[in-house]
């Protein structure tokens, strides 16, 4: 079936501006993820949505980072005001809403590129 | 807190020999474990996991890895390296007693095999 979808695929934008980036779980995954990926850093946890409860934003580096999940499936990442140091490959995953073992699949990610 | 090292940032290695790629974790609980590999401009794929059971876990590509208790590790391994086999590699780790579903991974490390 289909993977994780992500896009855009690649965004450059201009400090201060802001932007939305979007993911398409798999289809039937309700535990869904964003991830950052950048150089010197690795990748970091910035937010986690488990059907209706409330999302764990324990890694959202300032409160510029917000999202949200309309009806259990699409996500959305918005990132206002953005700065430099915002570029990076912004990650999606998704797993089942099973056991905490279930797998994380990933998305192919949105390269955000700042100004 | 949880967290992963691979001490190594890039591993060489000639076509048709063994290939292992270090990793190393800290968790306060249990580990759930996993590695991912990552093409060029690509997202994450998952390889393999450790859950419970038995030390030696078989993944896709012929990919294996250990879990050692008492060397808090789980190098990846595969007998016989390939050429498509270069990329980069991520184990990651998520404490079961922690409460939280996010991954640590570690920083990466850049696999090159050579024809």
């Known amino acids: 079936g289909a993977g994780v979808s992500q896009s855009p695929s690649n965004k450059v934008t201009e400090k201060g501006k802001d932007v939305e980036l979007r993911c398409d779980p798999i289809?039937?995954?309700?535990?869904l993820y964003w991830y950052r990926q950048s150089l010197g850093q690795g990748l970091e946890f910035l937010i986690y949505?488990?059907?209706?409860?409330?999302?764990?934003k324990s890694g959202l580096p300032s409160d510029r980072f917000s999202a949200e999940r309309t009806g259990g499936s699409v996500s959305t990442l918005t990132i206002q005001r953005t700065q430099q140091e915002d570029s990076a490959v912004y990650l999606c995953?998704?797993?089942?809403?099973?056991?905490?073992?279930?797998?994380?699949?990933f998305g192919p990610g949105t390269r955000l590129t700042v100004l | 807190a949880q967290s992963v090292a691979q001490p190594e940032d890039q591993v060489n290695v000639a076509e048709g020999n063994p290939l292992t790629v270090k990793c190393t974790y800290s968790?306060?609980?249990?580990?759930?474990l996993f590695w991912y590999v990552q093409y060029p401009n690509r997202g994450l794929q998952f390889l393999l996991k450790?859950?419970?059971?038995?030390?030696l876990v078989k993944g896709s590509y012929g990919f294996e890895a250990e879990f050692n208790k008492s060397q808090t590790s789980f190098h990846l391994k595969k007998p016989s390296a390939l050429v498509s086999d270069s990329a980069l590699y991520f184990c990651?780790?998520?404490?079961?007693?922690?409460?939280?579903?996010?991954?640590?991974f570690g920083k990466g490390t850049k696999l090159s095999v050579i024809p």
């Open positions: 968790v306060s609980g249990n580990p759930y």
């Open positions: 289809s039937g995954h309700t535990a």
């Open positions: 995953a998704s797993s089942l809403p099973l056991a905490e073992t279930d797998t994380q699949y």
């Open positions: 990651a780790v998520r404490d079961i007693g922690a409460g939280s579903y996010q991954l640590t």
């Open positions: 949505f488990q059907g209706n409860s409330a999302p764990d």
């Open positions: 450790y859950i419970t059971g038995d030390n």
